[in-house]
T-cell receptor
Framework: AQSVAQPEDQVNVAEGNPLTVKCTYSVSGNPYLFWYVQYPNRGLQFLLKYITGDNLVKGSYGFEAEFNKSQTSFHLKKPSALVSDSALYFC???????????FGKGTTLSVSS | NAGVTQTPKFRVLKTGQSMTLLCAQDMNHEYMYWYRQDPGMGLRLIHYSVGEGTTAKGEVPDGYNVSRLKKQNFLLGLESAAPSQTSVYFC???????????????FGEGSRLTVL
């Protein structure tokens, strides 16, 4: 079965420092991977996706993600964190039938000033 | 452009009561989804629809029913609410399959349901 895992419930970083939010995956076939962000009391918003090609994917708000096939990982990164990046982040992948997304449990990112 | 709209945004029910959550999208999307979000469990798929008149079960369908009579609307029903159904419910829609042409999901703002 397809699955994604986010090993950290919470990540704390200081403003201006680089941030990494981790995701590992277990999927059959070609992996299609996504990152979404959820701000308090809001729905999820799409950040970026990996389909094929370059292993470094750039997305919204200065975020990028690195796909690593040998480590089955798709970590979300940003070179310099902002306080406004504080939110809940979800990694996602399609289900077996490719008809819906399955989500990780989420990682809370807290950026302190 | 409203996107995905969910009503109601908040509701308190007593055990055994019934209710319907309405999701409406104005983007002409084929695919619609209902997820529930619980602390520490992420988002779990309840039911989804790949087009008008179709529905399918997701990971946690028990206790819920859905209908997609019109392309723009996707209804989630609770026939006999239970405290375990206390959650935040999110509707989402997408134009294409997630594994074909990289269709992404657009989410509503959520509906917070409490069952006493």
């Amino acid at each position: 079965a397809q699955s994604v895992a986010q090993p950290e419930d919470q990540v704390n970083v200081a403003e201006g420092n680089p941030l990494t939010v981790k995701c590992t995956y277990s999927v059959s076939g070609n992996p299609y991977l996504f990152w979404y962000v959820q701000y308090p009391n809001r729905g999820l918003q799409f950040l970026l996706k990996y389909i094929t090609g370059d292993n470094l994917v750039k997305g919204s708000y200065g975020f990028e993600a690195e796909f690593n096939k040998s480590q089955t990982s798709f970590h979300l990164k940003k070179p310099s964190a902002l306080v406004s990046d504080s939110a809940l982040y979800f990694c996602a992948a399609p289900n077996q039938a490719g008809t819906a997304l399955i989500f990780g449990k989420g990682t809370t990112l807290s950026v302190s000033s | 452009n409203a996107g995905v709209t969910q009503t109601p945004k908040f509701r308190v029910l007593k055990t055994g009561q019934s209710m319907t959550l309405l999701c409406a999208q104005d983007m002409n999307h084929e695919y619609m989804y209902w997820y529930r979000q619980d602390p520490g469990m992420g988002l779990r798929l309840i039911h989804y629809s790949v087009g008008e008149g179709t529905t399918a079960k997701g990971e946690v369908p028990d206790g819920y029913n859905v209908s997609r009579l019109k392309k723009q609307n996707f209804l989630l029903g609770l026939e006999s609410a239970a405290p375990s159904q206390t959650s935040v419910y999110f509707c989402a829609s997408s134009y294409l399959r997630t594994t074909a042409n990289t269709g992404e999901l657009f989410f509503g703002e959520g509906s917070r349901l409490t069952v006493l």
